[in-house]
């Protein structure tokens, strides 16, 4: 790399060579978005020999990419916040993704902490001025999910991941505590769903039309007033296991957007008991109690499934431990 006029100037080198003019930019420019580095293409302002080309251009090794001034290679972020890796190989790397964080930063690049960590968790070894490695993330969870995530290393891992899950092939295992006493040990949630009116983010249950979706319940431990639930979501569709909790009569504790309550405190639970088991201004839980306890699924060089796992968190713990004391168990399922 070199130095040029108007700006700073990339030397293909030669196991770059075949690269589309797009990917070696990301490996490049690690802190620049791809879509600012595609508007940027498109626009004229990143040349390719001293000419505009398609953000598809194969590139040849020796060739050089001029860049507008004001960017420029710089070295990956710091890490955030902590993220401890389940499971990693050259293809993808499996986390244990920490309740609070969005798995991918807003349009408006709010909320950025989680995924820039994994961008500086991605390329603590990586030598000065990259390549460096971006993050492919094949599959979601919400912010106030904790648990197992899978994130590919590059594009050809990250589209035989997301293949796997296309095709129904991962096994999904969350746990997820509930308002309410299920009275069967095994329940199938067979509710097509839809994008509630007017809203880009709420599902609702589909009366008529919508897309399938398809969750299987099962009761792991019951008390006097709450549940701890297995589930296993055959299908993928956004917020699925908290609508079809919710459409169930049987909520997340703590749900803001279809559960009765953004957090759980002491009153609510000593009105909830009809008895007084907790300080009124103690908060019990802050966030949908929803935790991704295990994904089975093929990493990409292998012809074996592997399991991954993720212990409750913290917080999800706790509340469980204070339920087996004050609202004894009806019936305690096998674990």
């Known amino acids: 790399m070199s130095a040029g006029e108007p700006g700073f100037v990339l030397t293909v080198g030669q196991q770059e060579g075949g690269e589309r003019l797009l990917e070696f930019l990301s490996s490049r420019l690690i802190n620049e978005s791809k879509t600012t580095l595609r508007r940027l293409v498109g626009a004229g302002r990143i040349l390719l020999n001293g000419h505009a080309a398609p953000t598809g251009e194969a590139l040849r090794a020796g060739d050089r990419v001029s860049l507008p001034p004001g960017l420029a290679p710089g070295p990956p972020p710091e890490q955030a916040i902590p993220i401890e890796v389940l499971y990693q190989d050259a293809d993808h790397l499996c986390v244990d993704k920490p309740a609070g964080w969005p798995v991918l930063p807003g349009r408006r690049g709010q909320g950025a902490e ?29 912010r106030e999910t904790s648990g197992v995530l899978l994130v590919a290393c590059h594009v050809a891992a990250g589209r035989a991941l997301s293949m796997q899950f296309q095709r129904r092939q991962v096994e999904k295992t969350y746990l997820c505590i509930v308002e309410g006493a299920l009275p069967r040990q095994d329940v199938e949630l067979n509710v097509p769903l839809r ?19 398809v969750t299987l319940v099962h009761l792991k431990e019951s008390f006097g007033h709450f549940s701890l ?39 609510d639970l000593n009105r909830i008991l009809g008895a007084r088991v907790a300080k009124d201004g103690a908060i019990l839980l802050d966030r949908c109690p929803l935790h991704a306890a295990a994904l089975r699924y093929r990493p990409p060089s292998a012809r074996e ?31």
């Open 114 to 142: 989680f995924y820039r960590s994994l961008v500086a968790l991605l390329n603590r070894d990586a030598p000065p001025g990259g390549p460096y490695v971006r993050p492919h993330v094949v599959h979601r969870l919400d």
């Open 195 to 213: 994008r509630m009116p007017g809203s880009i983010l709420q599902m609702a249950p589909a009366t008529e039309g919508g897309t399938s979706a």
């Open 305 to 335: 499934q592997r399991l991954q796992e993720s212990s409750l968190p913290d917080d999800m713990e706790a509340l469980l431990e204070l339920l087996r004391r004050v609202d004894p168990p009806r019936q305690r399922a096998p674990r």
């Open 229 to 267: 639930l297995r589930l296993r979501p055959l299908t993928g569709r956004q917020h699925q296991i908290r609508v079809h909790l919710s459409a169930a009569g049987y909520p997340p504790l703590v749900d803001g957007l279809y559960g009765r309550r953004e957090q759980l405190t002491g009153a």
